[in-house]
């Protein structure tokens, strides 16, 4: 039985002031630990405190949350996010040379920061971490995609995501019906969360510049999403976005007989997969699992 006088615990201390500025600066803590960066693991270092802050803010109130990071690196986000009002900060990172140089953070956090070493990609962030929670990260690029893909079929367990992507992925998350950069990944995106652009940023903001701008952008769960299942929606924006330029009629054969598909929901055979809208697949994709129900044994 809980105890009716006890406060709750989100309210039972203040959350400790931290100061990233109070730990040697980032390109001291890269330089003592040699740190260069591994193009492999995507690392592109945001040594601004100011940016780091920026983005940790734009994460929203944090009070009561648990934030989790994938890829601190030298810290600079897990900095910031700790000067935020987070409960408690978990940081997911691959590359254990980061781990003995992130330790002056884990001891300046006094119990608020706890690193897992380990590959992101094989990590249930939701057993690592209480609720709320929310995800914030400047995203190692090569894995930007499978990581995200990974927490929107759960997206109801975060309270946001907030993250760093290349400019083109992120185009291609917000893009609506009709538009160039419009595909599977914008229908998926945007079926389970609203999306947005926070900023963009400039590649000499990192350390070594990639080639390419990136984007923030945050994701909250979408309060009524069309029902659907996943792996029907899957099938259906696969066919229809793999031959984009070619009528539904013709691209969506591999699912079987189109044209009825197409009159059930009432979506017109010539249509292509870029006019078609978020509730417009998720209607391809129950008519398309009610002819091929999931097999259980
Ligand atoms: N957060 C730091 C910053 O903003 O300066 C570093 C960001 S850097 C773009 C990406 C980070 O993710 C690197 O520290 C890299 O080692 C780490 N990383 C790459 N692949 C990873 C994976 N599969 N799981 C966990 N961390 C990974």
Redesign the pocket.
């Known amino acids: 039985m809980t105890d009716p006088t006890a406060a709750p615990a989100t309210d039972s201390a203040a959350t400790p002031t931290f100061d990233p500025h109070a730990l040697p600066p980032?390109r001291d803590v890269i330089a003592r630990f040699d740190l260069g960066a591994?193009k492999s693991?995507?690392?592109?270092?945001?040594?601004d405190l100011n940016l780091?802050g920026r983005i940790a803010r734009s994460a929203g109130p944090m009070k009561g949350v648990t934030a989790i990071?994938?890829?601190?690196?030298?810290?600079?986000?897990?900095r910031a996010l700790l000067a935020t009002d987070a409960v408690k900060v978990i940081a997911?990172?691959?590359?254990r040379r980061?781990i003995e140089a992130l330790q002056d953070v884990v001891d300046a956090a006094a119990g608020r920061l706890s690193i897992v070493e380990?590959?992101?990609?094989t990590?249930d962030p939701e057993a690592l971490a209480p609720a709320p929670r929310a995800i914030v990260?400047?995203?190692?690029?090569?894995?930007a995609t499978p990581?995200l893909l990974g927490w929107l079929a759960r997206i109801d367990s975060y309270v946001s995501l907030t993250l760093?992507f290349q400019k083109e992925v992120a185009d291609r998350l917000v893009a609506r019906p009709g538009s160039k950069a419009y595909g599977r990944l914008s229908v998926i995106t945007q079926w389970r969360s609203d999306a947005r652009v926070l900023f963009n940023l400039p590649p000499r903001a990192?350390t070594p510049p990639p080639k390419v701008e990136s984007t923030v952008v945050q994701l909250t769960p979408r309060a009524n999403p069309e029902p659907a299942d996943w792996k029907a929606l899957e099938q259906v924006t696969a066919a229809a976005f793999g031959q984009r330029r070619k009528m539904l009629r013709q691209s969506l054969k591999s699912l079987g007989n189109a044209e009825a598909l197409l009159e059930e929901v009432g979506i017109a055979p010539t249509a292509r997969a870029e006019e078609i809208d978020v509730a417009g697949f998720a209607a391809l994709a129950r008519a398309h699992r009610a002819r091929n129900p999931v097999e259980t044994s």
């Open positions: 980032l591994k693991l995507g690392q592109n270092f945001l040594l780091t990071e994938v890829g601190p690196g030298p810290g600079g986000l897990t997911i990172e691959r590359d980061f380990a590959d992101a990609l990590v990260a400047n995203l190692p690029y090569n894995v990581l760093m990192f």
